[in-house]
C-alpha cells in the first residue's frame, strides 16, 4: 500500500486548509486511515481516524476545528482544517492499518502563521 497526500501549505490563524490522501496497491477497501502530525520537538500525535465503517476518533486538540471523511471506493481520505491556530503547526502524516500492517505517507507541512 502506498499513500500520497496533499494539500499541505501555509495559511494564517483562523483559516482552512484541507488535507487528502489517497491509498494504492490494494484491491480492498482500507481498514483505518487517519491522520497524525508531529511537530518539531514533540512526539507524533493522533490528529484524526476513520474506519471503513465510519467510526472516527478525533485527538482532544482538533476537536471540533477539524473533520476527518473518507471515499472508500477511492481509498481517499480527507481532513478539513478550519479555525487554525499556530500551534496546528505541523508535519501531517496519512496512515493507513491494512490487514494486519500499517503504513505511512511522505508527510505534508502545514503552517499557520501570520
Known amino acids: 500500500v502506498q499513500l500520497q497526500a496533499s494539500g499541505g501549505g501555509l495559511v494564517q490563524p483562523g483559516g482552512s486548509l484541507r488535507l487528502s490522501c489517497a491509498a494504492s496497491g490494494s484491491i480492498f477497501t482500507i481498514n483505518v486511515m487517519g491522520w497524525y502530525r508531529q511537530a518539531p520537538g514533540k512526539q507524533r500525535e493522533l490528529v484524526a481516524r476513520e474506519s471503513s465503517g465510519g467510526t472516527t476518533n478525533y485527538g482532544k486538540s482538533v476537536e471540533g476545528r477539524f473533520t476527518i471523511s473518507r471515499d472508500n471506493a477511492k481509498n481517499t481520505v480527507y481532513l478539513q482544517m478550519n479555525s487554525l491556530k499556530p500551534e496546528d503547526t505541523a508535519v501531517y502524516y496519512c496512515?493507513?492499518?491494512?490487514?494486519?500492517?500499517?503504513?505511512w505517507g511522505q508527510g505534508t507541512q502545514v503552517t499557520v502563521s501570520s
Open positions: 496512515k493507513a492499518d491494512h490487514l494486519g500492517s500499517y503504513y
